[in-house]
C-alpha cells in the first residue's frame, strides 16, 4: 500500500504505518495521500488513488466533489491542532492590547544607543496600551478552537459570549461556566472589545464582516482573524481602519492588500505552526487512512458520510461508495438481495449526493457481485476487505 506525501509531513506521524505501508515519493501512484498546504485542484487523480487525508482542518485546497466523484475520500484533522491556534490567538490579543511588536522595533532600531536603557524610560509612552482583563470577547464559531478560546479568554478575566447557531452538544459540554452563548450578532457586535473568528469559509460566511457589519461593532474592536482571508472583505476593512471603527486586524491570513494596510498585526499563517500540532495532525491523518484501509471505517470525511463499521463481523466486508442515491440504492439492494443468506450486517449513509454501503460477508464477497456492482451507474468505488 504507497503513501504519497504532498508536503513534508511528521515523521511521527509517518512512523504510526504500519509495515504494510509503504511511503512514496512516487505520488501519481499512491493508493492513499497526506497533503497539507498542496493545491491539489490541479492533481490527477491517479485510478488507484482511495484516500486523501488533510493534516489539518482546512481543506480549500483540496477538489472535494471531484475527488467523490472519483470514489475517493477526503479526511480532515479537526481539533488536532486546535490548542496551537488558541495560544496564537491569546497572543495575538496581547499585541493588539499593548504595543508589543512596536516597542520591539523601536529597541532594535535604537540598539547602537549606549544609554538605552534610559532612553526606553522617555520612549515607552508611545508603546503603552491596556489590559484585557475585564474586557468583553465575543468567539464567532465554536468548534474545536473556539471553544479553547472562549475558555481561554474566561480564565484570563474576560466576560466571553459565544456565537454558533449549530454548535455541537459535545462543543457545549465542553464550555466552561461563565461562558454565555448567544444568537444575537447585533448584540454582541455593540459590546465586545475583541471579536474571534473561527468560522469555516462558506458561501453563507464568505465577508462575513462587511461594510455593513463593520458600521454594527463598538468602536474601536480588535477583529482577529485565524480563519480565513475571504471572511472579512477588504476593502470594507481598510475603510474600518481609517475611521477608527476597528483599531486592530489581527490575520493569520495576510493577503497582500491587507499586508499593506495600517493598523494590522499579519501573521504569515502561523495558528498550527507548532511541532506539536504537526505531529498530532499527522498522527490522527495516519490512523484514518489505516482505518479505512483496514475496516472501511470514515471518520473526520468532509465529502463522503462518516461511518465507523469497527472490526468485520464475519469473514469479508464489501464497501460500497456511490453518488445519486435515487437510482442507485435500488439496484443495489436488488443485486444484494439475492446472496443476502450470506450477508451478516448492512449500512448504508448519505451525505448530500454522496453514501457509503458496508456489508459484512459470512464467507467470501461473491466475485460475480462484486463486478455487477461495478457495473451499475453512480457507483464510485467497490472495494473488499
Known sequence: MKVGCLNNISPIGLNQFKKNYQVSDDQNQSDLILVRSFNMHEYNINKNLLAVARAGAGVNNIPLDKMADAGVVVFNTPGANANGVKELVIAGMLMASRDIVGGINWVRENKADEAILKTIEKAKKAFSGTEIQGKTISVIGMGAVGGRVANACLDLGLKVYGYDPYISEAAMKALKPGVELSNDLDHLFKVSDFISLHLPLLESTKYFF??????????????????????????????????????TYVTDFPNHFVANLDHVIPIPHLGASTEESEDNCAIMAAHQLMNFMERGDIQNSVNYPNVILGEIAGKQRLVILVHDQDHVTESIDRLVRQVEQFVETSVSKFKGDYGVFAFDFKDMVPEKLVLELKSLQGITRVRTI
Open 210 to 247: 462587511n461594510q455593513t457589519t463593520f458600521a454594527k461593532v463598538k468602536p474601536g474592536l480588535v477583529l482577529l482573524n485565524y480563519s480565513r482571508d475571504l471572511l472579512v472583505e477588504d476593502e470594507a476593512l481598510k475603510a474600518a481602519l481609517d475611521a477608527g471603527q476597528v483599531k
